[in-house]
């Protein structure tokens, strides 16, 4: 008696790791030297950022487009379904250890560090040899050298922002509902609008910087206080942003017909992307903006 086996198919050697390692580099020293250029007039650390953006964006298309080509040809079995299922798992769980270090930070500064700095408990005295003009209070407006500046309300485009983002999971999640039923024109209006919506969020988010910089005086060298409002939002705009051609790219498969109500496990991981990143986006809007 013969046991019958699944297939498992074994990928071909890919320049995709390598390159994907390469654009991670490019974005994490051209950020790191961008931060480091914003007091002088150097800006070679932004163009190697948007370099490091340009790579990466070129690894997704160049990645999924193999991995399209293998689902279309066949070539995925059961357990290969299981696999990507785990690994997608696996990164998203990655993506909530990686802000949840950024929130940490925040926490440690609104509840450890401020309260220390202002003299609570047994360190009454420490304010007045480290910053003897320090109040303790968040948001921290006020750096050492005495440069003030304005918190970033809850109001406006953080609000506006709020409501896109959670229409854009109601729109996805119609969209995934259309698929399971078959109803593909239903599907590619509903997608369409969550790609506008991201573009709009990211939009706004642009706006908000620019209000930031130029007339509230908000910038990365504002405090502990700037340093983490656009650490987090800067962050998690770039998740929207790669959230966002993830989403282009599953509306262009479907032009072409591409995912069945059975199989559609690309679909899923985008959609399972777009909800972590709307949910992280809430907790910012909690506790960076409102609280």
Request: net charge negative; proline share 3%.
């Amino acid at each position: 008696m013969t046991t019958k086996h699944e297939n498992y198919y074994v990928p071909a050697q890919s320049v995709w790791p390598i390159t994907g390692a390469i654009g991670l580099f490019l974005i994490a020293f051209g950020a790191g030297s961008y931060v480091q250029q914003l007091a002088t007039e150097d800006t070679s650390g932004g163009y190697i950022l948007v370099a490091g953006i340009a790579v990466i964006i070129f690894m997704l298309f160049g990645w999924f487009k193999n991995v399209i080509d293998e689902s279309m040809s066949g070539l995925y079995s059961a357990q290969m379904d299981r696999s990507f299922r785990q690994g997608m798992s696996w990164f998203i769980f990655s993506e909530i250890m990686f802000f949840g270090a950024f929130f940490g930070a925040l926490f440690y500064a609104r509840m450890v560090a401020i309260p220390w700095l202002g003299g609570s408990s047994n360190n009454a005295m420490t304010h007045e040899v480290l910053w003897p003009t320090f109040e303790a209070m968040w948001p921290l407006i006020k750096t050492p050298d005495g440069t003030t500046t304005e918190a970033m309300p809850w109001t406006g485009l953080p609000l506006y922002n709020t409501l896109i983002l959670l229409a854009s999971s109601v729109t996805l999640h119609f969209a995934h509902v259309s698929l399971e039923k078959s109803k593909r024109g239903a599907l590619k209006v509903w997608l369409g609008l969550t790609i506008l919506l991201g573009i709009g969020f990211l939009f706004l988010q642009v706006e908000e910087y620019v209000h930031a910089y130029q007339e509230m005086g908000l910038t990365l060298s504002s405090g502990i206080y700037g340093n983490t409002f656009f650490l987090l939002t800067g962050f998690h705009g770039m998740h929207v942003t790669l959230g966002t051609v993830f989403l282009i790219i599953l509306f262009f498969r479907i032009l072409k017909g591409h995912f069945t109500p059975e199989s559609h496990f690309a679909f899923q991981s985008g959609s399972w992307y777009w909800h972590f990143v709307d949910v992280v986006w809430l907790c910012l809007f909690i506790f960076v903006y409102v609280i």
